[in-house]
């Protein structure tokens, strides 16, 4: 969705840099030939070195999760603490994958507009659909605001990232779990996995919130955010 969707939290981490960097094919940037995990993570850490940042706090939510646990992978000394919101380690099961196919197809064919009709109910939960209007519009504002190839480049690397389980046991840095209680992408099953495999890790779980928890309930997500930051260590 682009960094924009971070806007709410941008001013609950008073006396901390905020970095909201774009993945490749998000907000104009341009696409990478290796459209994986594995590719995603190495521009982002080439945007780290560019901006002289030694390590940071880090937060991902569901497709930025996938791309946290490739950077507990490739470079862990960056890691200085972890939000790990609405996400897993485990890959797609079969159907899912075939779910992953058709809406490929149908961005090719009819644009983010129509990908942004699929999404809606599935990342916005029923509390969210039924008595936050203006949520819902911002959140399709968002989808639709990044071009077609972007979202179906995106849609491949999460096809094909890696499970991650393994990484959990070797976090060792504040971390705090993240879920939406009405989330039926990333459930709150798969937050209490996290949770138990990452020693010291604080869960959170947002009532009334779906997949997309920091837009939907953006007080308590940065709650949160904040009791994580207070855990870490100086502002960088």
Same mark, same amino acid.
């Given at each position: 969705? #682009? ?5 709410p939290?941008r ?5 901390w840099? $905020?970095?909201?960097?774009s993945? =490749? ?19 982002? $850490?080439?945007?780290?070195? *560019? ?7 880090f /937060? /991902?939510l ?5 791309v946290?646990?490739?950077? @507990? *992978? ?5 890691v200085a603490? @972890? ?7 485990s ?7 075939a779910a992953?196919?058709?809406s490929?197809? *149908?961005?090719?064919?009819? #644009? ?7 999404m ?8 969210? *659909? ?19 190839e972007? $979202? ?17 046991p070797?976090?060792?840095? =504040?971390?705090?779990?993240?879920? /939406? ?5 990333? =459930? ?6 996290? %949770? ?6 604080? @869960? ?5 919130? /779906? %997949?997309?928890a ?14 994580? @930051? ?7």
């Open positions: 969705m #682009g960094a924009a969707m971070w806007d939290q001013s609950a981490a008073a006396g840099r $905020i970095v909201t960097p993945l =490749p094919g998000f907000d104009g940037q341009p696409l990478v030939a290796d459209g994986t995990m594995s590719g995603y993570t190495r521009d982002l $850490i080439d945007t780290l070195d *560019r901006l002289r940042i030694e390590r940071a706090v /937060g /991902g569901s497709l930025g999760g996938y946290l646990f490739e950077l @507990l *992978r490739q470079a862990p000394g960056k603490g @972890l939000i790990l919101a609405d996400t897993r380690t890959t797609d099961a079969p159907e899912r994958l992953r196919e058709r490929i197809a *149908r961005a090719r064919s009819d #644009g983010a507009r129509a990908i942004a009709d699929d809606l109910p599935g990342i916005l939960g029923p509390t969210t *659909r039924a008595e936050r209007p203006a949520v819902v519009a911002e959140v399709r504002r968002l989808i639709e605001s990044q071009p077609a972007t $979202i179906v480049a995106g849609l491949n690397a999460i096809m094909t990232r890696v499970d991650s389980a393994e990484v959990l070797t976090i060792r840095v =504040p971390t705090t779990i993240i879920v /939406g209680d009405e989330d039926v992408i990333t =459930p709150p099953s798969d937050a209490s996995f996290m %949770h138990q495999r990452i020693q010291g890790s604080t @869960l959170v779980s947002i009532p009334g919130a /779906g %997949h997309m920091n837009l939907e309930a953006p007080d308590v997500f940065n709650a949160a955010m904040q009791a994580l @930051l207070s855990r870490c260590a100086p502002p960088l």
